[in-house]
């Protein structure tokens, strides 16, 4: 059965640094994506990056980076300069095609930036 | 707005009850999923719509729980016999339904279910 884990329920950032949030895997496809959301205290999952499992290059959008190593089954969100809006539950994700691309989620980590 | 929206935000009801929630997705997608998020835990699949049709609903808890997609874009989640153990965020997401396991969803605000 697919399975995300994530080990740190809570994480503490200096504003301005770089903060690596990690999430490793479990599944026995060859084919499937991983994502990663973040939950304000507003409650909405806001789209923060995808990775494909056949994806060569490490995702990247803006700020975010999704630090990929297929082999260990990790997936790890990398943040850089850490900014006071970034305070949230951050979730990691995977995706697979059974009869529906669902989403399987990790239990989440709370990162808090300090001013 | 363009993005997802669903109604109410908060919906407070007695152990019995019966409840709707409503889900608008964003126009044009097809693929439509609910999801239940409940307090410190990341959010369990519950439901998928392709278009008109329920093509996963392997998440259900039982058979209170019961999801509609009449014309393929607003869904209604129904819950009856609602138990104090049915309180949680009721989520409600979006996708395209075109790019596979890349398919990105889109979350609207949630619903917020407190059963007394």
């Known amino acids: 059965a697919q399975k995300i884990t994530q080990t740190q329920p809570g994480m503490f950032v200096q504003e301005k640094e770089a903060v690596t949030l990690d999430c490793t895997y479990d599944t026995s496809d060859q084919s499937y994506g991983l994502f990663w959301y973040k939950q304000p205290s507003s409650g909405e999952m806001i789209f923060l990056i995808y990775?494909?499992?056949?994806?060569?290059q490490n995702a990247t959008e803006g700020r975010y980076s999704l630090n990929f190593q297929k082999a260990r089954k990790s997936a790890n969100l990398v943040i850089s300069a850490s900014q006071l809006g970034d305070s949230a539950m951050y979730f990691c994700?995977?995706?697979?095609?059974?009869?529906?691309?669902?989403?399987?989620f990790g239990s989440g980590t709370r990162l808090l930036v300090r001013p | 707005g363009a993005g997802v929206s669903q109604t109410p935000s908060n919906k407070v009801t007695e152990k019995g009850k019966y409840v709707e929630l409503r889900c608008d997705p964003i126009?044009?997608?097809?693929?439509l999923y609910w999801y239940r998020q409940s307090l410190g835990q990341g959010p369990e699949f519950l439901i998928y719509?392709?278009?008109?049709?329920?093509?996963?609903d392997s998440g259900l808890p039982n058979d209170r729980f019961f999801a509609v997609r009449p014309e393929g874009s607003v869904s209604t989640l129904k819950i009856q016999r609602t138990e104090r153990g049915d309180s949680a965020v009721y989520l409600c997401?979006?996708?395209?339904?075109?790019?596979?396991?890349?398919?990105?969803?889109?979350f609207g605000p949630g619903t917020r279910l407190t059963v007394l």
């Open positions: 719509f392709q278009g008109t049709g329920a093509a996963d």
């Open positions: 126009s044009g997608h097809t693929a």
């Open positions: 990775q494909g499992s056949y994806d060569e």
């Open positions: 994700a995977m995706s697979r095609k059974d009869s529906s691309y669902k989403l399987i």
């Open positions: 997401a979006s996708s395209s339904g075109l790019a596979g396991r890349a398919d990105t969803q889109y």
